[in-house]
């Protein structure tokens, strides 16, 4: 089963609102990433949150981690049509070795 | 670099037919796997290979084999083709297992095949 399930599904807003994506996930973990996919596209990586951090920035990306409640959170300030896509959460596995990915939000951004 | 690549970038088999789905890194990454993308489903790892000679199990294993026997390709074989296995393939490499420590875990990802099984 999967490790990590996004929530919302789907997002709608408009260019120049803040988009807040959510992230639950069901056992322990090392690291927590965020992938983003536009249509038709691989997987691009955005960010990486270690299980020791809290809160972590890039550019207008704000992520954050709490353990206790095995869930995280991907802040995008400022939303532009560019950041229409999916967004996927990633884990690795308890035991490792493995990165498990959930299901994604679809993030659409209209100007 | 040419970073990840994958061919062919789409297919269209019969039920029964077998194939390989390359794929290829020149990042002399150790860690690469492979995922299916369905819609609704996200995607789920088929196989992984920690580096060459050893391959492992994902989530979703049945009606492939993988096999590494170079640093830079790990091919993905459909043995018997099933409509059950019409998805969207995806390859990813990374420079360090997920999860250990002080790996940087970022998976690069090749730009997928369409695959279409009838």
């Known amino acids: 089963s999967q490790q990590g399930e996004e929530d919302p599904q789907a997002l709608s807003i408009q260019e120049g609102e803040n988009a807040t994506m959510n992230c639950s996930y069901k056992?322990?973990?090392?690291?927590l990433q965020w992938y983003r996919q536009n249509s038709g596209r691989g997987l691009v990586h955005l960010i990486l949150?270690?299980?020791?951090?809290r809160e972590k920035h890039s550019g207008r990306l704000r992520v954050t981690l709490d353990t206790s409640k095995k869930s995280s959170s991907l802040l995008i300030t400022a939303s532009r049509a560019a950041d229409t896509a999916s967004y996927f959460c990633?884990?690795?596995?308890?035991?490792?070795?493995?990165?498990?990915f959930g299901k994604g939000t679809t993030l659409s951004v209209s100007s | 670099n040419a970073g990840v690549t994958q061919t062919p970038k789409f297919q269209v088999l019969k039920t029964g037919q077998s194939m390989t789905l390359q794929c290829a890194q020149d990042?002399?990454?150790?860690?690469m796997s492979w995922y299916r993308q369905d819609p609704g489903m996200g995607l789920r790892l088929i196989h992984y290979?920690?580096?060459?000679?050893?391959?492992d199990q994902g989530e979703v294993p049945n009606g492939y084999n993988v096999s590494r026997s170079t640093t830079e390709d790990f091919p993905l074989r459909l043995l018997s083709a099933a409509p059950s296995q019409t998805s969207v393939y995806f390859c990813?490499?990374?420079?360090?297992?997920?999860?250990?420590?002080?790996?940087?875990?970022?998976?690069?990802f090749g730009p997928g095949t369409r695959l279409t099984v009838l």
């Open positions: 990813a490499s990374s420079d360090s297992v997920p999860g250990l420590a002080g790996g940087t875990d970022t998976q690069y």
């Open positions: 056992t322990s973990i090392n690291n």
């Open positions: 949150i270690r299980s020791n951090e």
């Open positions: 990633a884990t690795d596995t308890q035991a490792g070795t493995a990165l498990i």
């Open positions: 990042m002399n990454h150790e860690y």
């Open positions: 290979s920690v580096g060459a000679g050893i391959t």
